[in-house]
């Protein structure tokens, strides 16, 4: 009875939460870029059900601060929170102000 009240992480369907989608992210996508994850901008599920979690990455730190170079990642992960592919959307100096 216990272990049919117990919940993982994943919910239901054995399904990715938003929260694991991020921690996933957080620790895999460094391994791969060789930088680390600044913040989380987004996240959300694309066209075929798989998560997408948007991400600043500072690509090039510089003095002062408010001259680095930042990349905005868009990451695809698959249900079992594997890394699917990743893409840099667009790459901007941190003291910038978004056009919209």
Known sequence: MAEAKSSSKRGA??????????????SELPQLLGRRVESVLGVGRNDEELWQVTVQVVELARVPNSTDVLGCYIVTLDDEGELAGYQRQRRYTRGQADDD
């Not at 369907?13 to 957080?26: G, M, P, T, Y």
Request: aromatic residues 0%; positive net charge.
């Open 13 to 26: 369907k054995n399904k990715l939460s938003a929260k694991d989608a991020i921690e996933h992210v957080r």
